[in-house]
Structures are given as C-alpha cells and as structure tokens.
C-alpha cells in the first residue's frame, strides 16, 4: 500500500554515488564546460578532449572502466562546486514531465529516488523544482548584470 506523501520527500540523496554510473551519460552544456575546465585550470577544448566522449554532436563526461564518471572518486564528486547542470538537477530533470515513467525508471539506479508515489505528486515536485531552479538562475543572472554594471560605472 503506498505511503503518504507531503510531496516533498519523494527523493532524499543518500550519497551512494550511484547517480555517478553513466547510464545514458551525463551531458555538459557549453557553460558546464567552460567552468569545469576553469575550477581544473584548463582550457575548454582540452576539457572536451581530455574528459569527454561524444553522443552524437553533444559532449558527455567520460566514464572509468567501472562505469562511473571520471570525475567520480570513491563514488565521491571530485567536480562538485562546478558539477554539471544535468547532475544538479538530479533527480528533478525536464524528461520527468515528458514522460513521468523515467521517473521509476531513474529509480532503478537510485535507491533515494522514491516510487510509492502517485504520478501526479511525482509531477508537481518536479514541476516546483524545476521553476525554482528557473527562478534561482534569473536571480543569479540579474545580480551577475548588476554587478558587471557596477564594475562598468567605476571603470567609467
């Protein structure tokens, strides 16, 4: 019988490191690999030869013979205060609200994702995660502007 849900426990990280398996491999943006090469004192095309596979046109972290990142040690994030979008926003990803069966899919890899809950509270929790994290980034994106606005008056 499923559990009550508030909504707001459908996930709690247990630190396993199992999100750092490669299942699917996890996608850098052009930002993501712009401040990973920075925090590892690189350049971002070496970044990509040197950390990345291709999926198609797209770079993807590159995975150990063990299956997990290359970033990964001890199943612990060696990247982590640059870690890429797609692992921030794990388990709350977009492909959730296309079809929410990734949802339980994902939990076959994680064993903090929760499945005892209905369809539509698992929808909600990612729909409010997902703005928030919307939110957090044009919160972010206003103060980076004014900042470099101010720098720019002082410089005038």
């Not at 970044?47 to 001890?74: E, I, W």
């Not at 990803?93 to 079809?99: A, H």
Request: proline share 6%; charged share 25%.
């Amino acid at each position: 019988m499923p559990s009550e849900h508030n909504g707001k426990d459908i996930f709690t990280c247990r630190q396993c490191g199992d999100c750092c398996r490669g299942y699917g491999g996890t996608y850098v943006t052009p930002e993501d690999i712009a401040a990973i090469a920075a925090y590892l004192g690189t350049d971002p095309a070496h970044f990509v030869s040197d950390y990345c596979q291709m999926s198609g046109s797209r770079p993807v972290l590159a995975q150990g013979k063990d299956g997990y990142c290359t970033f990964a040690r001890d199943r612990i994030c060696t990247i982590h205060p640059v870690k890429p979008r797609m692992c921030r926003a794990w388990p709350y990803l977009e492909s959730v609200m296309v079809d929410v069966g990734n949802w339980r899919a994902m939990a076959g890899s994680c064993p903090g994702i929760q499945t005892d809950v209905p369809d539509a509270v698992i929808l909600e929790r990612v729909r409010e995660e997902i703005r928030r994290r919307q939110a957090d980034r044009q919160r972010t994106a206003r103060r980076d502007r004014a900042t470099a606005s101010q720098q720019n008056d002082r410089s005038v």
